[in-house]
């Protein structure tokens, strides 16, 4: 965050300052993960008053607290802490002229995408970005305030519970590249439709100025659609004809991809690092993004390349000592990435010829047809040839009735750990994935800690 005092905080938010100190670090809502010399945000909500924990906010390093009361520490008192929070956000990227931001938004994807859009601009600039999946009105101005004066990028990523969100967070931190990478079906039990999830997703580039540029996903027409929601320039991507398109897909044996990138009549291959079928297209529109930026196409490919996951439980690999494959995808799930993940399963059975045992939990927020949701997963899983189905929890069973085959129904995470226990071998790859309710990556890490005979896991 750039420097400023309590009393400077107070006048740009339109609180009260009690007691004087000066920020000097960014802004955060857990002291487990404080910010040093950083102002520390006090939420009160329906379980947590972040005001009880101001105290030992600043022995963990904060300067001051933004909050709707006094404390112990110098405090800015206001009405509504997360509108501060905003207005503060706001103010800072303001006062940073020299960086570019860059908002992204879809259904499924965003945290992948982001964490390559990341790792491409620090190779041509320090760049900030979003945290795990802090896409909300807190998250993304906590994004924001860890900006400063030497930050060229800033990376964020938005969410949108309903109509207005992605528009509110755009006023936060407004952006000049902006994409949306598709339009599934998460939470559409929350908006009714796909036609409104796309209402709400498209704000985004409506908030563009005339000399930005609006990211497009090429495959998905209510997303090409947007392009006309937008005074801004727009680049596609995906398959040719598109503006930035990906061609000669292959994959290796763990589902590490390898395409042909082109943009503008230049052209550069990239083999991608991380797993997963859907990882090109993550890939295609970070690069766009960067190349909309003004980063060149072989910064853009090289980075691509060595480019790591910044966020756990998104199909990690890791390859147990007695051979056993296992990916977690626990951190979230719906129909749409559940099907990239069932795909990027079949690839690795197919390449590796192991055995596929996909072990899949609820996904949650699906509204009315959440079982013919589950249903839909179970079908695809069957359609691509997975071998075993195991289901996590009654919601999930559903899943094994669409799927037909080999299936395994669990009634929750320890019997379905058991039946992983005494069934899978190294002739196996096992895919675990579930949405974050679930909290399958509880059954992950038991299947892939030591067991009396001292087996471990590697990375692959």
């Known amino acids: 965050?750039?420097?400023?005092?309590?009393?400077?905080?107070?006048?740009?938010?339109?609180?009260?300052?009690?007691?004087?100190?000066?920020?000097?670090?960014?802004?955060?809502?857990?002291?487990?993960?404080?910010?040093?010399?950083?102002?520390?945000?006090?939420?009160?909500?329906?379980?947590?008053?972040?005001?009880?924990?101001?105290?030992?906010?600043?022995?963990?390093?904060?300067?001051?607290?933004?909050?709707?009361?006094?404390?112990?520490?110098?405090?800015?008192?206001?009405?509504?802490?997360?509108?501060?929070?905003?207005?503060?956000?706001?103010?800072?990227?303001?006062?940073?002229?020299?960086?570019?931001?860059?908002?992204?938004?879809?259904?499924?994807?965003?945290?992948?995408?982001?964490?390559?859009?990341?790792?491409?601009?620090?190779?041509?600039?320090?760049?900030?970005?979003?945290?795990?999946?802090?896409?909300?009105?807190?998250?993304?101005?906590?994004?924001?305030?860890?900006?400063?004066?030497?930050?060229?990028?800033?990376?964020?990523?938005?969410?949108?519970?309903?109509?207005g969100h992605v528009g509110y967070l755009c006023t936060v931190a407004p952006p000049s590249v902006a994409a949306v990478l598709n339009v599934g079906t998460a939470h559409i039990g929350e908006f009714g439709s796909r036609e409104a999830i796309a209402q709400a997703k498209g704000e985004i580039v409506e908030a563009l100025p005339a000399d930005g540029t609006a990211v497009l996903n090429a495959e998905d027409a209510l997303v090409a659609a947007m392009a006309e929601r937008t005074v801004a320039r727009v680049s596609t991507f995906g398959p040719a004809p598109a503006d930035v398109a990906v061609s000669d897909i292959t994959s290796d044996e763990l589902g590490r991809q390898s395409f042909d990138l082109t943009h503008r009549g230049s052209g550069a291959t990239v083999h991608l690092a991380q797993v997963g079928a859907f990882q090109w297209r993550n890939a295609a529109a970070a690069a766009a993004m960067a190349l909309a930026a003004g980063v060149d196409l072989d910064t853009v490919a090289d980075a691509l390349a060595d480019a790591r996951s910044a966020s756990r439980w998104r199909m990690e690999v890791t390859e147990r000592a007695d051979g056993v494959v296992v990916v977690n995808d626990a951190y979230n799930a719906n129909p749409e990435s559940m099907e990239a993940a069932l795909e990027s399963l079949h690839v690795i059975g197919q390449r590796s010829g192991r055995r596929t045992v996909a072990v899949l939990g609820e996904m949650l927020e699906l509204g009315p047809d959440a079982d013919l949701a589950h249903a839909r997963v179970g079908a695809y899983a069957r359609s691509v040839g997975i071998d075993v189905l195991v289901t996590v929890g009654a919601a999930a069973a559903g899943t094994a009735a669409g799927f037909g085959g080999e299936a395994i129904i669990t009634a929750g995470r320890d019997e379905a750990l058991q039946w992983l226990r005494e069934n899978v071998s190294a002739a196996d790859v096992v895919l675990v994935k579930a949405s974050r309710g679930a909290a399958l990556e509880v059954v992950v890490e038991a299947l892939l800690a030591p067991d009396p005979g001292g087996t471990e896991g590697s990375n692959a």
Do not use: C, W
């Open 1 to 163: 965050m750039i420097e400023m005092t309590l009393a400077e905080i107070a006048e740009v938010v339109g609180g009260v300052a009690h007691g004087e100190a000066t920020v000097t670090g960014g802004a955060f809502i857990d002291t487990r993960t404080p910010e040093p010399g950083g102002l520390f945000v006090a939420i009160e909500g329906e379980r947590v008053d972040g005001h009880a924990y101001a105290a030992t906010a600043r022995e963990a390093g904060a300067a001051a607290v933004l909050g709707s009361r006094p404390t112990e520490v110098p405090t800015v008192v206001v009405d509504d802490v997360v509108r501060a929070l905003g207005v503060l956000a706001r103010h800072v990227v303001d006062r940073l002229p020299d960086t570019t931001v860059l908002a992204l938004t879809g259904s499924q994807g965003k945290t992948g995408t982001k964490d390559y859009l990341a790792h491409v601009l620090e190779a041509a600039g320090p760049t900030v970005a979003t945290r795990g999946n802090f896409n909300n009105e807190i998250g993304v101005p906590l994004t924001v305030l860890r900006a400063t004066e030497e930050t060229r990028y800033l990376v964020v990523e938005m969410g949108a519970r309903g109509i």
